[in-house]
């Protein structure tokens, strides 16, 4: 039986945590990266100071009175450069980026649009609600349900038949002069008008740039962590040890029932699920026939969990050997924690931001 002291010297020789020789992934708590990801290589607890920080600095660009487009445009770049840099595969970062683009572009138009902002040059001025509703009935409006009725049951379709009925009213609303009459106005709410500035402009895009990069340095985050890092930096900070068993039995756990799902999906495209073209309901009724045999694995699984912890006579009293990997700190975290300090100075210190301090230079 080994004595303690060399147990610590092989764990510190051969740590068996480490991904074995010729892997290129490995998994993380979101999808999985690159072994040699030039961001794992920082500390967890730096990496996770670091996407603080200029999150903060970030979030105080936009806020600034005026918003600071300069700053938030150079905190962009190291922002999308963590996110490239964090070892995704390439389908996963082609995924993320079109889920961030609808919601930054809804994101400008509602800071365009529905906030309005004065300023000096004004690109668009147009009501587009009076501030109340017309009870009305007009020739198009019977054009447009006719059109429908006669689409549906020729092709037994609703959403293509309103497309092409609001194309016609729209072509014969300006070919012909459609009679239409007024029965009341009802006020509702208030006028509402497109007013586009330059002010307008400069702070939409300074929010867009600062939630896109805060949203990039979330993924790259979550993307490059890994459950044994994290039990490592809480080994670092001297956590209780039962607090550190039940976060690392929830995250193996997690990777169980990620594992276990990809077999059910895979064994149901075996039994050919997918070879018939299948609606939308149908695609969520097999996803949710998936939970019977997910919930039976987690139970068998979490009797195979503690069936093995009291074969091996684990103990919480009991003081354990450390077989986590502990990872140690470099002069490169020690250059990220500068960075950091820099940051949380830009963050809530005393300057007027980069846009104020660039006027001035120029």
């Known amino acids: 039986m080994f004595h303690q002291k060399s147990l610590y010297a092989i764990s510190e020789e051969a740590p068996y945590l480490q991904p074995p020789p010729g892997r290129r992934y490995v998994r993380s708590f979101l999808f999985s990266r690159r072994v040699d990801a030039p961001v794992a290589r920082v500390h967890l607890l730096l990496r996770i100071l670091l996407v603080l920080c200029l999150s903060a600095a970030q979030l105080r660009a936009m ?6 487009l300069v700053g938030a445009l150079v905190l962009w770049i190291p922002s999308i450069a963590i996110f490239f ?10 995924i993320y980026l079109l889920l961030i683009l609808p919601t930054m572009v809804s994101l400008f138009l509602s800071w365009t649009v529905l906030n309005p902002i004065a300023g000096k040059m004004v690109f668009v001025q147009q009501p587009i609600y009076p501030g109340f509703l017309t009870l009305s009935l007009a020739v198009w409006q019977l054009i447009w349900l006719a059109v429908v009725i006669g689409y549906y049951r020729w092709k ?22 459609l009679p239409s009459w007024t029965f009341a106005h009802i006020p509702l709410f208030h006028p509402l008008t497109i007013y586009i500035s330059d002010q307008g402009l400069i702070m939409a895009i300074t929010k867009v740039v600062s939630y896109s ?11 490059t962590s890994r459950d044994i890092e994290l039990m490592g930096a809480m080994r670092q900070l001297r956590i209780p040890n039962p607090i550190i068993f039940f976060l690392s039995t929830v995250f193996r756990a997690l990777n169980l029932a990620l594992t276990d799902f990809e077999t059910i999906r895979q064994a149901q495209i075996a039994r050919a699920v997918d070879a018939r073209p299948r609606s939308f309901i149908r695609r969520l009724r097999d ?4 939970a019977v045999p997910m919930v039976a694995m987690m139970i068998r699984r979490s009797s195979e969990i503690g069936d093995a912890l009291l074969a091996r006579g684990y103990n919480l009293r009991h003081k354990d050997v450390d077989f986590y990997e502990k990872s140690p700190f470099r002069l490169l975290d020690g250059c990220v924690l500068v960075i950091c300090l820099v940051l949380l100075y830009m963050a809530v210190g005393p300057y007027p931001g980069l846009t104020a301090l660039f006027q001035r230079w120029w």
Request: net charge positive; no cysteine.
């Open 213 to 223: 990069g805060m949203m990039l340095l979330t993924v790259a985050l979550v993307v």
């Open 156 to 177: 037994r379709g609703i959403v293509n038949g309103m497309v092409l009925a609001t194309i016609v009213s729209i072509i014969l609303s300006y070919l012909l002069p």
């Open 63 to 68: 806020n600034m009175t005026p918003p600071d």
């Open 287 to 290: 996803l949710a026939s998936i």
């Open 85 to 94: 840099l964090s070892g995704m595969h390439g389908k996963v970062v082609r």
